[in-house]
C-alpha cells in the first residue's frame, strides 16, 4: 500500500522526464509558485515594538482629534475647489456682461484649471519633502499657503476685467499649490498613526471631509445668494451685489484652515518617520506615549532599524517591488478623476444640457447660482456623502479591491444609463430619474475609487518613500481632472458622447485595480516588506527544494 521513498523518487522522476513543452512550462510556473509561498512564509519580520504598539493599539480620543485635525484640510481643499464651478457665471455676468453668464473659453479654462494646476505640483513638491524632512514639519506650511490664498482670491480688485481675473487665477494657483500638498502630507499621517484594523476606516474618514466641504460650498453659496438676492440694493444694482457674493465666497475658504492651525503645529512627528527614517526610537516612543495610550520601547529593536531595506525611488530594486503598485495607483487615480471632476466641475453644464435651469437669459445673476448651488447641495447630499460614509463603515470589512472595483464598475453601468438615452432624460417629467442616476454615479464614486485610490497610496509603499508615492499617485489624479477640464471645456463633443468617454475611463480604472494587492487588517511594515529578512530554511523549503533536485536528474 505504500513505497519506499526511492520508488516514490523513481516515480516522481519518470513523470517529470516525460512532461515536455507546454505542460512542462505549466508545471515550472506552479512549482515556482509553490516555491514563492513557501518561502515567503517563512521569511522573519523584525517588528520594531512601537510600531507594533500603534498596529494593536485600540480607537482612542486622539485617533478621533487626527481625523478632525487632517481631514479639515480636505474640508478645505474641496470647498476652494469646488466652489470655483458655483461663482464662474458670476464673474461671466460682472466682467464680461455675459447675458447668461458663461465666460469665454479660455478664461473658463484658467478659472476652473489653474488650482488643478497648482495642485499637481503642490502634491510632487510637499510629497518628496514629507519623505525628507518629515510630516509634521511642513504640514503648517500647506495650511499657511491656503489660508493666504484663498483670503487673496477674494480681494483680486483692478479696474480692468482681464487683469481681475488674472490676479484670481495668479492666486488659485497658488492655492492649488497649498491644497497639493496637503494629499500626500494628510493620508501619510492618518496611516501611520492609525491601527492596522481600522487603518481604512480612518483613512477614509479624512477624506470623506472631501464631501462636507463640497456641501459647505454649494451651502455657503445658496445662503449668500439667498441674503444679497433679498436686499433693496439688489433691486438697483444686481452686478455690484453679485461681486461680494463671490468675493465672500472665496474668502472664507480660509477659515476652517484657521480653524486647526493651532493644532496641527501641536501634532508630534508619526512614529513611523521617527522610528524608521529618522531612526530615533526613543523620541518615536516618548511622541506617541504623550498622545496615545501605549508603552515605551527599549533600545533592543536598534538592530531592526539598521537592517531595513534602503533602495531609493529610481533604483531598480524599487522597480522590481513596486513599480506595478505605483503604475496602478497612478492609473486609477488618473482615470477616477477625469471621471469625478467633470462630473463635478461641469455639474450645470450637463444638467443644462437637459434643461433642468431653464433658460439662463432670463434670470438674474444670483437667482442663476442660487439654483445651481441648490442642485449640488441636492446631489451631494443625496449621493457622494452616503457614498463617503459607506466606505468609512465597510473598507476594513470588505476591502479596498473589492470596492474599488465594484465602484468602477457601477459607475460605468450608470454613466451608460445616462449617456445612452441622453435625450429621453430632457423630458421635464423625466428630470428627478436624471437626478437620482447622476447623484447613484457619485454615490459609487465615493462608496468606490475616489475613496480607494486615496487609501491605498499610503498603505502598500515603504514608509521612506509613502509621502512620495502618495504624492506622484496624486499628481496623476490630478493630471486626470486638467485634462477633464480641458476635454469639457475645448472639445465641443456632445455631453452624451462626453459621458460615454467617462464611461471608458471606468473600464480602464477596473482593469489597473487587478494589478494592485489588498492590504486590509495588516501592519503597514507586513505590506512593504521593508523590514524582512531571511531566516533559517523550513523543513517544507528543504522539501520542495529537493523535489527541484530530483525534476533537474536525466534519468537514463
Same mark, same amino acid.
Given at each position: 500500500?505504500?513505497?519506499?521513498?526511492?520508488?516514490?523518487?523513481?516515480?516522481?522522476?519518470?513523470?517529470?522526464?516525460?512532461?515536455?513543452?507546454?505542460?512542462?512550462?505549466?508545471? &515550472?510556473?506552479? @512549482?515556482?509558485?509553490?516555491? #514563492?509561498?513557501?518561502?515567503?512564509?517563512?521569511?522573519?519580520? =523584525?517588528?520594531?515594538?512601537?510600531?507594533?504598539?500603534?498596529?494593536?493599539?485600540?480607537? *482612542?480620543?486622539?485617533?478621533?482629534?487626527?481625523?478632525?485635525?487632517?481631514?479639515?484640510?480636505?474640508?478645505?481643499?474641496? &470647498?476652494?475647489?469646488?466652489?470655483?464651478?458655483?461663482? %464662474?457665471?458670476?464673474?461671466?455676468?460682472?466682467?464680461?456682461?455675459?447675458?447668461?453668464?458663461?465666460?469665454?473659453?479660455?478664461?473658463?479654462?484658467?478659472?476652473?484649471?489653474?488650482?488643478?494646476?497648482g495642485t499637481v505640483l503642490g502634491q510632487l513638491f510637499f510629497g518628496w519633502l514629507g519623505d525628507r524632512?518629515?510630516?509634521? !514639519?511642513?504640514?503648517?506650511?500647506?495650511?499657511?499657503?491656503?489660508?493666504?490664498?484663498?483670503? %487673496? #482670491?477674494?480681494?483680486?480688485?483692478?479696474?480692468?476685467?482681464?487683469?481681475?481675473?488674472?490676479?484670481?487665477?495668479?492666486?488659485?494657483?497658488?492655492?492649488?499649490?497649498?491644497?497639493?500638498?496637503?494629499?500626500?502630507?494628510?493620508?501619510?499621517?492618518?496611516?501611520? &498613526?492609525?491601527?492596522?484594523?481600522?487603518?481604512?476606516?480612518?483613512?477614509?474618514?479624512?477624506?470623506?471631509?472631501?464631501?462636507?466641504?463640497?456641501?459647505?460650498?454649494?451651502?455657503?453659496?445658496?445662503?449668500?445668494?439667498? #441674503?444679497? $438676492?433679498?436686499?433693496?440694493?439688489?433691486?438697483?444694482?444686481?452686478?455690484?451685489?453679485?461681486?461680494?457674493?463671490?468675493?465672500?465666497?472665496?474668502?472664507?475658504?480660509?477659515?476652517?484652515?484657521?480653524?486647526?492651525?493651532?493644532?496641527?503645529?501641536?501634532?508630534?512627528?508619526?512614529?513611523?518617520?521617527?522610528?524608521?527614517?529618522? $531612526?530615533?526610537? =526613543?523620541?518615536?516612543?516618548?511622541?506617541?506615549?504623550?498622545?496615545?495610550?501605549?508603552?515605551?520601547?527599549?533600545?533592543?529593536?536598534?538592530?531592526?532599524?539598521? =537592517? *531595513?531595506?534602503?533602495?531609493?525611488?529610481?533604483?531598480?530594486?524599487?522597480?522590481?517591488?513596486?513599480?506595478?503598485?505605483?503604475?496602478?495607483?497612478?492609473?486609477?487615480?488618473?482615470? @477616477?478623476?477625469?471621471?469625478?471632476?467633470?462630473?463635478?466641475?461641469?455639474?450645470?453644464?450637463?444638467?443644462?444640457?437637459?434643461?433642468?435651469?431653464?433658460?439662463?437669459?432670463?434670470?438674474?445673476?444670483?437667482? *442663476?447660482?442660487? =439654483?445651481?448651488?441648490?442642485?449640488?447641495?441636492?446631489?451631494?447630499?443625496?449621493?457622494?456623502?452616503?457614498?463617503?460614509?459607506?466606505?468609512?463603515?465597510?473598507?476594513?470589512?470588505?476591502?479596498?479591491? $473589492?470596492?474599488?472595483?465594484?465602484?468602477?464598475?457601477?459607475?460605468?453601468?450608470?454613466?451608460?444609463?445616462?449617456?445612452?438615452?441622453?435625450?429621453?432624460?430632457?423630458?421635464?417629467?423625466?428630470?428627478?430619474?436624471?437626478?437620482?442616476?447622476?447623484?447613484?454615479? @457619485?454615490?459609487?464614486?465615493?462608496?468606490?475609487?475616489?475613496?480607494?485610490?486615496?487609501?491605498?497610496?499610503?498603505?502598500?509603499?515603504?514608509?521612506?518613500? !509613502?509621502?512620495?508615492?502618495?504624492?506622484?499617485? %496624486? %499628481?496623476?489624479?490630478?493630471?486626470?481632472?486638467?485634462?477633464?477640464?480641458?476635454?469639457? *471645456?475645448?472639445?465641443?463633443? #456632445?455631453?452624451?458622447?462626453?459621458?460615454?468617454?467617462?464611461?471608458?475611463?471606468?473600464?480602464?480604472?477596473?482593469?489597473?485595480t487587478l494589478a494592485l494587492p489588498e492590504s486590509k487588517g495588516m501592519s503597514l511594515e507586513d505590506i512593504?516588506g521593508e523590514m524582512e529578512e531571511e531566516s533559517e530554511p523550513s523543513q517544507e523549503s528543504a522539501t520542495?527544494?529537493?523535489?527541484?533536485?530530483?525534476?533537474?536528474?536525466?534519468?537514463?
Amino acid at each position: 500500500m505504500f513505497t519506499t521513498w526511492p520508488a516514490r523518487r523513481h516515480a516522481c522522476s519518470s513523470l517529470f522526464c516525460h512532461l515536455h513543452g507546454a505542460g512542462s512550462a505549466m508545471l &515550472y510556473r506552479v @512549482l515556482d509558485a509553490v516555491t #514563492s509561498v513557501k518561502c515567503e512564509t517563512r521569511r522573519a519580520r =523584525k517588528q520594531i515594538k512601537v510600531l507594533e504598539a500603534l498596529d494593536v493599539a485600540g480607537t *482612542q480620543l486622539y485617533h478621533f482629534t487626527t481625523i478632525v485635525i487632517a481631514g479639515m484640510g480636505f474640508f478645505t481643499d474641496a &470647498y476652494d475647489l469646488f466652489s470655483a464651478s458655483l461663482i %464662474a457665471d458670476l464673474l461671466g455676468h460682472i466682467y464680461y456682461r455675459s447675458a447668461d453668464g458663461k465666460l469665454p473659453g479660455h478664461v473658463a479654462g484658467a478659472v476652473s484649471g489653474v488650482a488643478l494646476c497648482g495642485t499637481v505640483l503642490g502634491q510632487l513638491f510637499f510629497g518628496w519633502l514629507g519623505d525628507r524632512m518629515g510630516r509634521k !514639519r511642513i504640514y503648517g506650511v500647506t495650511l499657511k499657503l491656503m489660508v493666504v490664498c484663498s483670503l %487673496a #482670491s477674494g480681494l483680486s480688485f483692478h479696474n480692468k476685467p482681464k487683469c481681475v481675473v488674472a490676479t484670481l487665477c495668479f492666486f488659485r494657483f497658488w492655492l492649488g499649490f497649498g491644497i497639493g500638498g496637503d494629499y500626500p502630507l494628510s493620508a501619510t499621517i492618518m496611516s501611520e &498613526y492609525a491601527n492596522k484594523r481600522t487603518r481604512g476606516a480612518f483613512i477614509a474618514a479624512v477624506f470623506a471631509m472631501q464631501g462636507l466641504g463640497n456641501l459647505a460650498a454649494g451651502a455657503v453659496v445658496l445662503v449668500l445668494s439667498a #441674503s444679497f $438676492k433679498n436686499t433693496a440694493a439688489y433691486d438697483t444694482d444686481q452686478l455690484g451685489q453679485a461681486d461680494y457674493v463671490w468675493r465672500i465666497v472665496l474668502m472664507l475658504g480660509a477659515v476652517p484652515a484657521l480653524l486647526t492651525y493651532y493644532w496641527r503645529m501641536k501634532m508630534p512627528e508619526t512614529a513611523r518617520y521617527t522610528a524608521l527614517i529618522a $531612526k530615533n526610537l =526613543k523620541l518615536a516612543a516618548s511622541d506617541m506615549a504623550a498622545v496615545l495610550d501605549i508603552d515605551f520601547v527599549s533600545d533592543m529593536d536598534a538592530e531592526a532599524v539598521v =537592517k *531595513q531595506d534602503e533602495f531609493g525611488l529610481f533604483s531598480m530594486e524599487f522597480l522590481h517591488k513596486h513599480g506595478r503598485q505605483l503604475l496602478g495607483t497612478t492609473v486609477c487615480w488618473f482615470v @477616477l478623476d477625469v471621471v469625478f471632476y467633470s462630473l463635478n466641475l461641469f455639474m450645470k453644464d450637463i444638467f443644462s444640457g437637459i434643461g433642468w435651469f431653464g433658460d439662463a437669459a432670463e434670470m438674474s445673476p444670483l437667482e *442663476q447660482t442660487y =439654483k445651481i448651488a441648490r442642485t449640488q447641495a441636492i446631489i451631494v447630499v443625496g449621493g457622494s456623502l452616503p457614498g463617503y460614509f459607506l466606505t468609512v463603515l465597510f473598507v476594513d470589512r470588505i476591502g479596498r479591491i $473589492k470596492i474599488q472595483l465594484m465602484g468602477f464598475t457601477m459607475m460605468t453601468i450608470f454613466m451608460i444609463g445616462l449617456a445612452a438615452p441622453y435625450k429621453f432624460w430632457s423630458k421635464p417629467s423625466m428630470h428627478a430619474g436624471f437626478a437620482i442616476m447622476y447623484a447613484l454615479i @457619485l454615490f459609487f464614486a465615493n462608496f468606490g475609487p475616489n475613496s480607494t485610490t486615496f487609501i491605498l497610496p499610503t498603505e502598500i509603499f515603504p514608509t521612506r518613500l !509613502r509621502s512620495t508615492c502618495n504624492g506622484i499617485s %496624486a %499628481a496623476g489624479g490630478k493630471c486626470g481632472a486638467i485634462i477633464g477640464v480641458l476635454w469639457f *471645456q475645448y472639445s465641443h463633443t #456632445s455631453i452624451r458622447s462626453s459621458l460615454l468617454l467617462l464611461a471608458g475611463c471606468n473600464l480602464v480604472g477596473v482593469m489597473f485595480t487587478l494589478a494592485l494587492p489588498e492590504s486590509k487588517g495588516m501592519s503597514l511594515e507586513d505590506i512593504t516588506g521593508e523590514m524582512e529578512e531571511e531566516s533559517e530554511p523550513s523543513q517544507e523549503s528543504a522539501t520542495v527544494a529537493e523535489v527541484e533536485f530530483i525534476h533537474s536528474v536525466e534519468i537514463l
